[in-house]
């Protein structure tokens, strides 16, 4: 059964450093979600990809995230620089345009010491 | 703005009970609502969504739009329920803005 892929699934990292998170959506799903989980807290929308394109980035810290899809298919999450609230786990989710269902990877669980 | 609330952080309860799991909303319009479900150590997925009407693994959930709440029941746990429970809502609107807004979680512990 195909699954969503994300790597690496722990990161730990210092504070001000540069940190990068990786998804493989569910091959034919063009809608990709990154959301951040903080210990405690459900999902929280981060940024929506329609194929290559940003729907929503609303929630994004823009000053030091920043998300791309260059083909419309794999997606990277980047943190620069990171900083100590940001420890949480990222999550990727992917769905095909037509179903609501999304479909969850494993996640990346970040510590920012 | 939509909001997902569940009241309970903790729910314990005893094989061969009943379980419900509250979940209230606020959204101007009628949304979609959905229950997800992580069991330990595995990926956070979909349990059941108000739009099937399904029971699945014995649950059921019912959209009651007067009180603005999506409870999910089970008239008998089981060990195996053991797991965290997520309600989630999507606006009603869809198209391709298929946007969830979580609840902060209930663990229900199942004790034999």
């Known amino acids: 059964e195909a699954e969503v892929a994300q790597s690496p699934r722990y990161k730990i990292t210092e504070k001000s450093q540069a940190v990068a998170f990786w998804c493989d959506p569910i091959s034919g799903h063009a809608t990709l979600y990154w959301y951040r989980q903080i210990l405690g807290q459900g999902p929280e929308l981060l940024v929506q990809?329609?194929?290559?394109?940003?729907?929503?980035d609303s929630q994004l810290p823009k000053d030091r995230f920043s998300a791309e899809r260059l083909k419309g298919v794999d997606s990277t999450l980047k943190i620069q620089p990171a900083e100590l609230g940001d420890s949480a786990m990222y999550l990727c989710a992917t769905t095909q345009g037509s179903n609501n269902e999304q479909f969850f990877g494993p996640g990346t669980r970040l510590t920012v010491l | 703005a939509q909001r997902v609330t569940q009241p309970e952080k903790l729910l314990s309860v005893f094989k061969g009970a009943p379980v419900e799991l509250k979940c209230n909303y606020s959204?101007?319009?009628?949304?979609?609502l959905f229950w997800y479900v992580q069991y330990s150590r595995q990926r956070l997925q979909l349990l059941l969504r108000h739009i099937s009407r399904e029971s699945i693994k014995g649950f059921t959930a019912d959209l009651n739009k007067g009180e603005t709440s999506f409870h999910l029941k089970k008239p008998f746990a089981q060990e195996e329920d053991s797991a965290m429970y997520y309600c989630a809502l999507m606006p009603g609107s869809g198209g391709s803005n298929y946007k969830l807004t979580f609840g902060k979680g209930t663990l229900l512990t199942v004790n034999p």
């Open positions: 990809f329609q194929d290559e394109s940003v729907v929503d």
């Open positions: 959204y101007s319009g009628s949304p979609e």
